[in-house]
């Protein structure tokens, strides 16, 4: 029993050391976020307010829950193509290899804070 505790305990102590140098975790920064989608140009294509995009087999992402928007993004990004779960659009695929996950996080906070016909849920935001 002792045996076990104390292998228990050492593997708290490994667990909360891996947190500590795990570095720090930022929060989203919305102005940053518009700050990237200005330069990236996404309201090129899906326009401007990023609620009328310019093609109807085009998205609209004002107003998309933020950890949607993360997750599609990241999954454009080659590193992260996966057989089962990768996107697999050349067109974003482009646009996206330019973005580090932080500066994804802040985009998605940016876009989802966006009024849109997406948007539902005024309490998060
Ligand atoms: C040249 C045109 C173009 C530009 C520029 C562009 N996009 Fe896209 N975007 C698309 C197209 C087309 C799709 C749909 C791709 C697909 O079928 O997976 C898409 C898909 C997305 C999606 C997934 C939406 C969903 O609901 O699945 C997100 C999020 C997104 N774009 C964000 C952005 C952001 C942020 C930028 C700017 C940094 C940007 N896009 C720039 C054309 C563009």
Redesign the pocket.
């Known amino acids: 029993m002792n045996r076990l505790l104390a292998k228990l305990s050492l593997l708290a102590t490994t667990a909360a050391a891996a947190l500590v140098f795990a570095g720090p975790v930022h929060a989203a920064d919305i102005k940053k976020g518009e700050a990237?989608?200005n330069k990236?140009?996404?309201i090129?294509?899906?326009g401007a307010g990023l609620d009328k995009p310019i093609a109807p087999n085009?998205?609209i992402?004002a107003g998309?829950y933020a950890s949607y928007?993360f997750h599609?993004?990241q999954q454009y990004q080659t590193k992260h193509q996966t057989p089962l779960y990768g996107?697999n659009?050349p067109?974003?695929s482009g646009?996206m290899a330019q973005f580090s996950t932080q500066d994804l996080k802040d985009?998605a906070a940016y876009?989802s804070s966006l009024k849109g016909p997406l948007y539902i849920r005024d309490e998060v935001h």
Do not use: T
Request: aromatic content about 4%.
């Open positions: 990237l989608v990236g140009g996404c090129a294509c899906h085009y998205p992402i998309q928007l599609a993004m996107r659009n067109i974003m646009v985009i876009v």
